[in-house]
């Protein structure tokens, strides 16, 4: 796939105007290389920042902070070499024009991961997590991606792996003798083993969820009848003209979307057409797909500007099973919460203040429900290799059952305890190694 004896260089910064870019190199060249950059002879300090002039011959470049990492202890296993310097393209340029003329070339996507993978720095699911850091715009995705970056999702499986080989060592033991020579595990005992795996594994399955899938997202939708200020407290909420706001009746026509974040958790907050008996297409329409967002909605904002609790019961069965807040808008005397309805003021400074707060309660009632239910983040890769996991084991459970045969038996763990390995190591299957690292950005 890649060179890995080459000494690499790249651009880790997006290129453009910004304050700084950050150039990395790795390779056995590096320490060589800032002798050369620096003109100095005394060798740096490992994982130390310092303040350093770098050249081109007898010509500046830029006066920058230089790290070098020395080899193992470095994100790719092999010495390597950080500089910040300058933003902007023509230092960059620069830098890394010097820093080809000795030798080194321009990385692949993901080469810096892939040597810190074959290095035995991170595995396969801790470079997916990497991965996943770096493409998500989504916090929690974020945050469990983290989490598998420190090993939280590697880690059960390595133990379930440990306990596999451990099973497989006592079977491929009593396959070399007979029964007069030593005493033999009992087939129950394998049983329980083997149920014992499967259950582990399927554990993991049911605290997981798909990555790219919105589970984790929060999403709130504002409803009621026509003119009764949903689009006016829509925009309140989101700081800024997000949806046309007038006086006719009706002027939402389609529901209008907005993403934003609520106590570190990821909102996606929507305005619907108003609630009425009408004989327009469009607005017919426009209702439906209000039905549609009240539905996946996780909250209801019930809004109007009279009795919200009231008007919202000619809507019971649109509103069945949903959790509500009730919102009496357009009162412009107080905020207050009373009788179980929250008054907003959508002129006054700070209206929605209150509102604020019991949307916070509900959030963070909703985020450690999703973490008491949900450990792991997880992809279609690695789910797929689980699931296959668990279903061998089963067959292997099922033809000791029936053949007592233990050669059988343990050719079945064996495929079950390969495939969930893939899962930290790849295996033989270089093509899902090689799509894994090509999808990073270069630099990564």
Same mark, same amino acid.
């Given at each position: ?41 005394k060798?740096?300090?490992?994982n ?6 770098v050249y ?6 830029d ?9 193992p ?7 390597v ?5 300058h ?15 000795f030798?080194?070339r321009?990385a ?13 720095k991170?595995d ?15 916090n929690?995705?974020v945050l ?36 007069n ?7 129950? @005992?394998? &049983? #329980?083993?083997?149920?014992? *795996?499967?259950? !582990?594994?399927?554990?993991? =399955? ?5 990555? %790219?899938?919105?589970?984790g ?5 504002l ?19 997000r ?6 009746e009706?002027t ?12 570190g958790?990821?909102?996606?907050l ?40 009231? @008007?919202? &019961? #000619?809507?019971?069965?649109? *509103?069945?099973? !949903?959790?509500?807040?009730? =919102? ?5 005397? %107080?905020?207050?919460k009373?009788?179980?309805?929250i ?20 959030i963070?009632k ?5 973490s ?12 797929a ?19 007592k ?7 079945y763990?064996?495929g079950a305890?390969?495939?969930?390995a ?13 799509k ?7 630099? !990564?």
């Open positions: 796939m890649y060179n890995t004896k080459d000494n690499i260089v790249a651009l880790a910064t997006t290129p453009g105007k910004s304050a700084l870019n950050v150039v990395r190199c790795s390779g056995s060249g590096c320490l060589e290389l800032y002798y050369h950059l620096t003109k100095l002879k060798p740096p300090t490992p130390m920042s310092c303040l350093k002039s081109n011959k007898d010509s500046i470049i006066e920058l902070m230089l790290t070098f990492f020395a080899a202890k470095s994100f790719t296993g092999e010495n070499l950080e500089l910040s310097s933003g902007g393209l023509i230092i960059a340029k620069k830098l890394i024009s010097t820093i080809e003329s030798g080194f321009q692949m996507p993901g080469e810096f991961s892939y040597r810190a993978f074959l290095n035995g991170i396969l699911i801790q470079a997916e997590a990497i991965s996943t850091i770096v493409d998500s715009n989504k929690l995705d469990y991606s983290i989490n598998n970056l420190k090993g939280s999702l590697s880690s059960p499986i390595k133990k379930i792996l440990q306990e596999c080989e451990n099973v497989l060592a006592y079977m491929e033991h009593e396959m070399d003798f007979n029964e020579e030593i005493a033999f595990t009992r087939l129950s @005992e394998y &049983k #329980k083993n083997f149920n014992k *795996l499967e259950k !582990k594994a399927s554990k993991i =399955i049911y605290a997981s969820f798909l990555a %790219k899938e919105n589970k997202n929060i999403t709130i939708s409803a009621g009848k026509t003119n009764a200020g949903k689009s006016s407290l829509f925009n309140k909420l989101i700081g800024y003209e949806s046309i706001v007038t006086e006719q009706g939402t026509r389609d529901t209008v979307e907005a993403s934003l974040i609520i106590g958790q990821d909102v996606s929507i305005d619907t057409a108003g609630i009425r008996k009408t004989k327009n297409v469009i607005e017919k329409k426009g209702i439906s797909r209000t039905y549609d967002a009240i539905n996946r909605s996780d909250l209801v904002l019930f809004v109007d500007q009279e009795d919200p609790i009231k @008007e919202s &019961k #000619k809507y019971s069965k649109i *509103l069945k099973n !949903k959790e509500i807040l009730f =919102i009496k808008s357009k009162d412009d005397t %107080k905020t207050t009373t009788k179980g309805i008054s907003t003021s959508s002129k006054k400074e700070g209206g929605t203040s209150l509102l604020f707060t019991e949307l916070l309660t509900f963070k909703h985020g450690d429900s999703f008491s239910k949900y450990m792991f983040l997880i992809n279609s890769r690695q789910r290799s689980l699931v296959s996991f668990v279903e061998e084991i089963k067959r292997g459970s099922v033809a000791l059952t029936k053949t045969d233990l050669v059988i038996a343990s050719s763990l064996r305890h390969d495939n969930l893939s899962l930290l190591h790849g295996g033989d299957k270089n093509s899902t190694i090689n894994i690292f090509k999808g990073f950005c270069v630099g !990564k």
